[in-house]
């Protein structure tokens, strides 16, 4: 599966930006879906994961009351809907894929996804 991040730009503090990791190739639904990020200087970070067919998630505690993952199998589409946006947000946000039936712990690991696309920049700043 080859995936690709886009939504990213700038936006002030307290604003939103909805990201989107499109899918071409295999079956989209086979997989479960990651969001990362990556600021300058500091190592990938777990921000959300959805399951195959979207029923179960999982978010990193800091940013589960700002963000919402979601994802559209007919549209081969995952959705991180980013509200109440701070500096510290600003990273590049990447998405990636993992073939396993169910949601695991391990799911926050970038190193369980097999499958990365290129990021998109996140820039939060007045």
């Known amino acids: 599966v080859q995936l690709q991040a886009s939504g990213g730009g700038l936006v002030q503090p307290g604003g939103s930006l909805r990201l989107s990791c499109a899918a071409s190739?295999?079956?989209?639904?086979?997989?479960?879906i990651g969001w990362f990020r990556q600021a300058p200087g500091k190592e990938r970070e777990f921000v959300a994961t959805?399951?195959?067919?979207?029923?179960?998630?999982r978010y990193a505690d800091s940013m589960k009351d700002r963000f919402t993952i979601s994802r559209d199998n007919a549209k081969n589409t995952v959705y991180l809907q980013m509200n109440s946006l701070k500096p510290d947000d600003t990273a590049v946000y990447y998405c990636?894929?993992?073939?396993?039936?169910?949601?695991?712990?391990?799911?926050?690991?970038?190193?369980?996804?097999?499958?990365w696309g290129r990021g998109t920049q996140v820039t939060v700043s007045s």
């Open positions: 990636a894929a993992d073939e396993a039936p169910f949601i695991k712990v391990s799911h926050r690991t970038p190193g369980v996804y097999g499958y």
């Open positions: 959805i399951s195959r067919g979207g029923s179960a998630t």
């Open positions: 190739g295999r079956s989209f639904s086979d997989y479960i």
